[in-house]
């Protein structure tokens, strides 16, 4: 593993009961790199974020968060590594208002990002914060759910769909927002069906078909891809 690995899977198996759906997975995420996992839906691109979070029934194989093998950890111990996700369904807690539930997060870990700074990043929050969850649009819930865990002091990110079923404005915010954390040296994992959305922004890109990486792809190697992209994502 190189030092400069935030996130090293080894020979990864995950599985949900007796059905295997990881195989053999190898992938490692850079510190301050933004790297996409890229699939048709039932791939195993969610698992792999499940299974670096400790997750799924059962897994096999080495996961290795800065420099830390954490393969036996029990899940309520992985965001003390810095490690945020956010869920394809949105982890707020929607009877409460925007900042109730940025002054709520669990302290984790010190370093959380503060609330100005959030709001500074996240304006759409601040003019909605004594605004309830369920008053939220999606983007703005899934803005939410972002900024919740970085006030928990994450600086990996293991992010599911964030732009699935909302509005392209919103999403070229959310655009704006992962660049804007790359640029403060956030690492980032990113599950996203919207390969436009992705491609712009991320380093790399693993190909994921039944449970197995079958290609990585770097920015400078995709326009070479596409064809493979297209036959297997259909972009």
Same mark, same amino acid.
């Given at each position: 593993?190189?030092? $400069? ?11 949900? %009961? ?15 790199? $933004? ?8 791939? %195993?691109? &969610? ?22 093998? @954490? ?8 965001? =003390? ?12 807690? &929607? ?42 649009? %999606? ?38 927002? $992962? ?31 039944? %449970? =197995? ?19 297997? $994502?259909? @972009?």
């Amino acid at each position: 593993m190189s030092d $400069l690995d935030q996130l090293h899977l080894s020979n990864v198996h995950a599985f949900y %009961g007796e059905s295997h759906i990881l195989h053999g997975v190898d992938l490692r995420v850079k510190r301050g790199e $933004l790297v996409t996992l890229l699939g048709r839906n039932g791939s %195993g691109r &969610s698992t792999l974020l499940k299974t670096v979070m400790g997750m799924v029934d059962r897994s096999t194989g080495q996961i290795m968060i800065n420099g830390k093998d @954490v393969s036996r950890l029990t899940a309520f111990r992985i965001p =003390r590594l810095g490690v945020g996700y956010c869920p394809e369904e949105r982890g707020i807690f &929607s009877s409460l208002n925007v900042e109730e539930n940025l002054l709520l997060p669990p302290t984790v870990r010190s370093g959380g990002m503060p609330l100005e700074e959030i709001y500074q990043m996240f304006p759409n929050l601040y003019e909605r914060r004594h605004s309830q969850g369920t008053r939220l649009s %999606g983007g703005e819930q899934q803005m939410l759910a972002i900024a919740r865990i970085l006030r928990a002091g994450a600086n990996l990110l293991l992010l599911d769909e964030i732009t699935e079923g909302l509005a392209p404005v919103i999403v070229q915010q959310l655009a704006g927002m $992962l660049e804007n954390l790359k640029k403060k040296g956030l690492t980032i994992l990113l599950v996203e069906q919207n390969f436009r959305f992705a491609a712009p922004l991320a380093d790399r890109h693993y190909l994921i078909e039944h %449970g =197995r990486v079958i290609d990585e792809i770097s920015a400078a190697q995709l326009p070479g891809k596409m064809d493979l992209l297209h036959q297997q $994502l259909g @972009v």
